[in-house]
Each structure stands twice: as structure tokens, then as C-alpha cells.
């Protein structure tokens, strides 16, 4: 484990696609629970687990333990427990997780394209 600092966007890509984990902790506030939390979408799209707290709606994607760690409240106690979690995990584990990250297609746009645009279609056909 290492903190780095600040460091550029690039950077910051770079060193993620080779991360076992992303993690961050958002405190549960007026922001954090409208918000959607865009370290999560660049953990997915890089097919990295997470490891954070519940917040927003986080939930109805992150599952604790088939793609992430996910701890109902950013106390230090679950967030000690959560981090010795992912510190124990074997390889294959680990692997699993991001195999998870990978095949979830949430914030795919490929994905999304399709939806999109039937979604326009009807909005166009609308009276």
C-alpha cells in the first residue's frame, strides 16, 4: 500500500489499472447522497473492486464481496475491517473481484447506447 499524493490524471489511471483495490470513504451528507461518486465509475471502467462506505446508491452496485468491500458507515473500526479484509484475501479472490468489476457493464456506454437511444426515440415520438 502506498499514498502518493497528488498526482495527474494520467497518472492516477495508470496506477489504478494496476490496483488490487480502489479506495474511499465519502461521509453520508446532502452532497454525497445526491452525488454519485465518480471514483467508483473509474474503478469500474478500469475493472478495479472498491472499497468504501455506503453512500448514495452505491449499493444497488458495489456487492460486498463479488466486486467490492463495501461497510455500511466510514468509522475507523469498519474501515480498519475492511482494509484487513482485502489484506487477507488470496490471489484467487482478489481476481474474482476484478473478473466482477470487469463484467459489470453499468457504466459502459456501449452499454448504455442502446438504451439511449430508444429512450430519445420515444421522447421524439411523444406529443
Known amino acids: 500500500m502506498a499514498f502518493l499524493g497528488r498526482v495527474s490524471r494520467a497518472k492516477a489511471v495508470s496506477l489504478l489499472r494496476g490496483a488490487d483495490f480502489s479506495v474511499f470513504f ?8 445526491v452525488g454519485f461518486p465518480t471514483k467508483y465509475a473509474e474503478a469500474t471502467t478500469c475493472g478495479i473492486p472498491v472499497i468504501t462506505n455506503s453512500s448514495s446508491d452505491l449499493a444497488e452496485y ?11 458507515e466510514a468509522t475507523a473500526r469498519a474501515i480498519e475491517s475492511a482494509l484487513r479484509r482485502a489484506a487477507t484475501m488470496g490471489r484467487l479472490e482478489v481476481e474474482g473481484m476484478k473478473e466482477a468489476m470487469r463484467s459489470d457493464k453499468a457504466f459502459c ?7 439511449m437511444a ?3 426515440s420515444r421522447v421524439r415520438l411523444a406529443p
Not at 465519502?26 to 447522497?33: H, Q
Open 26 to 33: 465519502r461521509r453520508r451528507n446532502r452532497v454525497s447522497e
Open 62 to 72: 458495489l456487492r460486498d464481496g463479488v466486486n467490492g468491500i463495501l461497510v455500511e
Open 109 to 115: 456506454i456501449d452499454a448504455w447506447q442502446e438504451r
Open 118 to 120: 430508444a429512450f430519445m
